[in-house]
């Protein structure tokens, strides 16, 4: 179990940065975050998460037109922004992924199925993402607030995948920010039965 100051890392004093840092992110550093993140668990290992890291400048002007206004100076000024996208074509590496069970098939036939599938455990693993960065000094804000056909059309057509959200990472300034936002009490959100 983690001691008080890994859940501090991971949730209690975890923050969403609103300005960045000009500290950049290295490559070495994305590598490991995607090892961890590909650790996580998925239904019958099916990983069908992608993701696109954008850290130069053209990639930036290329994204720049698919945000809403009110995320382009926050999304904009992160050292790495990270498109979260899922293959919906993920089954073709089952019998890879998964080889004691004929799983490629029963998605193969079932459009609705494999979409679901993909979409489901492709926000799983963009959720790891979010740990994993936390557990390696990363900040991250999360972005649903952008046109997903114009990032599919301009970084994902030859892919074939699909866009599902954005994660900026890197160094975040935490200097004056405001306090937390209230969150649900286990009564108003759970329910034991």
Known sequence: MLDESGLDILFQKARTPRRWMARPVETDVLRRLYDLVSLGPTSGNCSPARFVFITGSDGREKLRP??????VNRVMGAPVITIVAHDPLFFDQLPRLC???????WFAADVGLAEETAFRNGTLQGGYMIMAARALGLDVLPVSGFDASLVEDAFLADTGWRANFLL????????????RAPRLAFEEACRLL
């Open 66 to 71: 698919a945000l809403s206004s009110g995320n």
């Open 99 to 105: 080889p004691t069970e004929e799983l490629r098939s």
């Open 168 to 179: 900026c990472l890197g160094y975040g300034d935490t200097e004056n920010l405001p306090p």
